[in-house]
């Protein structure tokens, strides 16, 4: 039998991530919810509208629900004693939130009218906001999945916990590394969200790190800040690297597919904010080494300044 060796889980950066993907939903929802307003006082908003409000919700909260299986149970599970309890609670309520999007979703490729398409759309976001909101005072609070890691060390019969804090001035220095990257993809993004560059530095810092090998993801990873070394290592399937895309657009799409279910950074703007961040702190040699591994329309898509302002130190 294959060994798997022990697994390693970031509760706060979990929590991070589904907080953000709340954001974005909370902002589809109230726009579905003001749409059913005007669609029941008859002003202008289609059965066509509200159709498609209905298939955005359903394909991005299906991904936020597949988001918390694979990565925030696996964390609720051994955050402490209550593990199991609060896992079972999720799964139970991702199941009825599944049944009732299955539901309006029937409705639209049914016979339903715009009447009863709004009213039971209206139903459904007020229903996913109190849920979030719920979630976000339970099982996501801050003190619950704090600022430490998890090690899970499987063995012949199950997995063996081994729950260990960071030393609160070591992880602040950590955290601080990992927060002047972020700030720099605000910067670059010319946004004030942090949330949002954050996403985009994951979706970013993902594509390109399925594009190369694992040794050119290895050399790559050697010089990022710890923080930031976990994001680029989040989910990744060495087996599957590299992907093969050489086209421009092949790999925007990737991009956007890393940053859903957000959409509202374009993966054109995201790549070369990302090129110019890393040509602050990753040196000119592993720049240059990684624009050689990469096609050139991936390579045209980086802001040559990224390369230039590094170029001296070669």
């Given amino acids: 039998m294959k060994d798997e060796g022990a697994s390693v889980l970031f509760p706060a950066m979990v929590r991070l991530q589904v907080l953000e993907q709340h954001d974005g939903l909370r902002d589809l929802l109230r726009r579905a919810l003001a749409a059913t307003t005007q669609s029941l006082r008859h002003h202008g ?16 909260f299906r991904n936020h629900l597949a988001y918390e299986e694979r990565h925030l149970v696996p964390v609720l599970a051994h955050v402490d004693g209550w593990g199991p309890e609060r896992v079972q609670d999720l799964l139970e309520e991702h199941t009825r939130q599944r049944a009732e999007v299955d539901t309006l979703i029937e409705g639209t490729e049914g016979d339903w009218d715009a009447d009863r398409i709004a009213l039971t759309l209206r139903s459904l976001a007020a229903d996913l906001l109190m849920d979030m909101e719920e979630e ?8 619950l999945l704090a600022d430490q890691f998890i090690v899970v060390e499987p063995d012949a019969e199950r997995p063996r916990l081994v729950s260990r804090p960071r030393p609160a001035h070591l992880f602040e220095r950590m955290t601080e590394r990992a927060a002047i990257w972020v700030k720099e993809m605000m910067a670059e993004l010319g946004t004030d969200d942090p949330h949002k560059a954050l996403g985009a530095l994951r979706a970013g810092l993902h594509a390109l790190r399925d594009r190369l090998t694992v040794d050119e993801a290895a050399q790559l990873s050697a010089q990022l800040p710890l923080v930031v070394r976990g994001l680029f290592f989040e989910n990744w399937d060495p087996s599957r690297t590299p ?20 959409a509202d950074v374009a993966a054109d703007q995201i790549v070369p904010a990302l090129f110019r961040v890393l040509g602050k702190h990753v040196t000119a040699g592993e720049i240059a080494h990684i624009m050689q591994n990469l ?18 130190d070669l």
Avoid: M, N, W
């Fill in 45 to 60: 908003v289609s059965r066509d509208d509200l159709v498609g409000f209905v298939c955005e919700l359903a394909v991005r």
């Fill in 136 to 143: 976000e005072r339970g099982s996501l609070r801050q003190e």
């Fill in 243 to 262: 992907v093969r895309i050489r086209h421009r657009a092949e790999f925007l799409s990737l991009v956007r597919e890393k940053y859903g279910p957000r």
């Fill in 295 to 312: 096609p050139e329309p991936i390579v045209g898509l980086a802001d040559p300044r990224a390369i230039e302002h590094r170029t001296d």
